[in-house]
């Protein structure tokens, strides 16, 4: 099989899963060309793997840009067949959101589509697969109904599930041959918003981590902070807990929008001394960090299911959360971390409190912790997983819900 694998922004440092599910699929014998939307910036190229999967992925918004080979594609497509290019045309406008600035988006989607369509034709693709399920996921439905090359797409969350049908969840998921939902919150989210009909495409595919990565056992001190810098992460909340916590330190790790408020809220709190700012790091500088701390915090408002809190657990370190959306079916309470409610200051620096004064607990937790993970959230396996979908739907059979790993190449 070939398949095209799209996403808005390929690769960024933020979703290093994705990059590690492509290796998956290519280890269990499919091919894969990376495709996306736009060109990620020299700040997300932060080792090796990224830079080698930007300069082989094919970058749908410059190509598009060109405006002979735009209207080269769109002229060759309606030529192949006029039926399918009308029905995708009249989807874009069925599924585009209000207004004249929905639609105009939608028809530079359609433009996008059209150029992807031509290319996979032009490379022999026979399946195309789309990660989150926003604007890049309106442009493999539209390149699928151009090209007839069918596609399927990973729904994530959370923020999809607040704009379902802005985005046209529902429509998505009816034309899409399969769904892989990253959990089983996120399973029920997309029944929430799609057909009873359709429920029997919606499968369930964790996004995964590579144990041996995080091999290495802990063996430092203070807190570890890996993500984004957006409200959505909850990190001022992580910080007034820590002010009422003498002596811990915490290390950040990412960077994104709400930088500027981090650095003033460290500044106000008088924090500068216990909190360091890294920015963006690589999948090997994480892999370290995480050996050098002693917990990892994850205070966040919405999830998906994080994978920094697999790649926390993989390397024994015991957790903290917010007990929302799928992250109880990653982290156990009491048994592989702690789960306070989101956006609970107090309880937060209790369970911070609670980890520190009781090491031997920690530890214990931490141990358990990679054990779940090695069981359930091995990227090998969860691509393997992933491969079976793709084969079984190009076979016309069935697949189940958490489909069993497509067997390893001998």
């Known amino acids: 099989m070939k398949i095209a694998y799209l996403t808005g922004e390929y690769p960024r440092a933020s979703d290093t899963f994705i990059q590690r599910e492509v290796a998956g699929l290519r280890a269990a014998g499919?091919?894969?060309?990376?495709?996306s939307i736009r060109r990620t910036g020299p700040e997300h190229h932060v080792g090796p793997e990224q830079r080698d999967e930007a300069a082989r992925s094919f970058h749908v918004l410059e190509a598009a840009r060109n405006p002979a080979r735009l209207l080269r594609d769109l002229a060759h497509l309606?030529?192949?067949?006029?039926?399918?290019?009308?029905a995708a045309m009249a989807l874009a406008w069925r599924t585009a959101p209000k207004g004249l600035r929905g639609r105009a988006y939608q028809m530079i989607y359609f433009a996008e589509a059209?150029?992807?369509?031509?290319?996979?034709?032009?490379a022999g693709v026979t399946h195309l697969h789309n990660h989150i399920a926003k604007?890049?996921?309106t442009v493999a439905m539209l390149a699928s109904k151009l090209s007839g090359i069918p596609f399927s797409f990973t729904l994530h969350g959370p923020d999809i599930f607040f704009e379902a049908h802005h985005w046209r969840l529902d429509e998505k998921i009816?034309?899409?041959?399969?769904?892989?939902?990253?959990?089983?919150?996120?399973?029920?989210?997309?029944?929430?918003?799609?057909?009873?009909?359709?429920?029997?495409?919606?499968?369930?595919?964790?996004?995964?981590?590579?144990?041996?990565?995080?091999?290495?056992?802990?063996a430092g001190e203070g807190l570890l902070f890996v993500g984004r810098l957006a409200q959505v992460k909850g990190l001022p909340v992580l910080l007034r807990a820590l002010a009422e916590i003498p002596l811990v330190r915490l290390t950040i790790a990412g960077d994104g929008p709400l930088r500027g408020e981090i650095e003033s809220l460290i500044h106000a709190h008088k924090l500068e001394a216990r909190v360091r700012l890294l920015g963006y790091q690589s999948q090997d500088q994480v892999a370290e960090l995480l050996s050098q701390s002693q917990a990892l915090v994850l205070p966040s408002f919405a999830e998906g299911l994080p994978v920094v809190l697999m790649e926390a657990m993989a390397a024994g370190l015991p957790v903290i959360s917010t007990r929302i959306a799928g992250v109880p079916e990653l982290v156990k309470d009491g048994?592989?971390?702690?789960?306070?409610?989101a956006g609970d200051q107090d309880g937060l620096k209790?369970?911070?409190?609670?980890?520190?004064?009781?090491p031997t607990r920690a530890r214990a937790r931490g141990a358990a912790g990679r054990k779940a993970v090695a069981q359930a959230f091995d990227a090998n396996v969860e691509a393997r997983r992933l491969a079976t979908l793709f084969h079984a739907y190009g076979a016309g059979?069935?697949?189940?819900?958490?489909?069993?790993p497509l067997e390893p190449r001998q």
Do not use: N
């Open 30 to 35: 499919l091919t894969v060309e990376t495709a």
């Open 78 to 86: 309606f030529g192949q067949s006029p039926t399918r290019w009308l």
């Open 114 to 122: 059209a150029v992807l369509a031509r290319h996979m034709q032009i």
């Open 135 to 137: 604007a890049s996921c």
């Open 174 to 218: 009816a034309q899409a041959r399969f769904v892989s939902c990253i959990s089983h919150f996120c399973r029920s989210q997309a029944m929430t918003f799609s057909q009873t009909a359709d429920w029997g495409k919606l499968h369930i595919v964790h996004c995964g981590i590579a144990p041996d990565r995080y091999a290495k056992p802990p």
């Open 335 to 341: 048994e592989t971390g702690w789960l306070v409610a």
């Open 350 to 358: 209790q369970a911070i409190k609670a980890l520190l004064a009781d």
């Open 397 to 404: 059979q069935a697949a189940l819900l958490r489909p069993a």
